[in-house]
């Protein structure tokens, strides 16, 4: 979706969504392993929803975000969060243990998807981990696989636009892991949810040498 998209859900997105992404969110900390004073990156951080279960289990968080209302939210709930763009963050090489996004690559362009997680890279130290949630590719076609692929196509295609071509494009093109490989990004850990078709990812937090 458009940042003015975003800004105009804002008061009620957490209303609607929480609900449905409550499971996603306690499997991204626990996959983060996160330890106290752990320096957490959430690119395209929202209203820091996923923000408040970082901080509790001990994170030292800092969000990033376009939308200013989604922040404005944010704000509320005490958290650091900058106005800026995934592409170009304003934040110095190696500085987080740990970067992170949350349903927001497949809706973007494909080269911009791809400048979103190298700036993630190069933001997080060689040591560190990125952890990534996004529709992957179900390995499985139980009644529970195919039910929730329906209704996330539905949910993508009500959207519309320019969200759901790229979502398409990205699903086309094998999902999230497929993604992921194309970036020679080792996948350390993969839990997966709604019947296999959304994936919380962990990748080593620098490309593997050739």
Excluded at 18 to 26: A, H, Q, S, V
Excluded at 42 to 63: H, N, P
């Amino acid at each position: 979706m458009a940042v003015s998209e975003y800004d105009s859900m804002a008061s009620y997105y957490d209303t609607v969504l929480e609900p449905f992404l409550g499971k996603m969110r306690r499997k991204i900390v626990k996959v983060s392993n996160i330890n106290p004073g752990m320096k957490v990156l959430e690119v395209a951080c929202g209203t820091g929803t996923q923000a408040v279960r970082f901080k509790k289990a001990g994170a030292e968080y800092t969000g990033v975000d376009l939308s200013s209302a989604m922040l404005g939210v944010a704000g509320k709930r005490d958290l650091v969060c900058l106005h800026a763009d995934g592409t170009e963050l304003p934040l110095e090489d190696n500085s987080f243990d740990l970067s992170t996004i949350t349903l927001a690559l497949h809706e973007v362009d494909p080269e911009i998807r791809k400048k979103i997680v190298l700036e993630m890279l190069r933001v997080t130290k060689p040591e560190g981990f990125l952890v990534i949630g996004d529709y992957t590719i179900a390995g499985r076609k139980d009644i529970i696989s195919r039910v929730s692929d329906w209704i996330i196509h539905y949910i993508e295609k009500l959207v519309g636009g320019s969200h759901y071509r790229n979502y398409g494009e990205f699903m086309n093109s094998g999902g999230l892991i497929t993604f992921l490989n194309s970036l020679g990004l080792e996948v350390k850990e993969a839990q997966f949810i709604f019947g296999g078709n959304m994936g919380i990812i962990k990748v080593q937090g620098k490309l593997q040498s050739n």
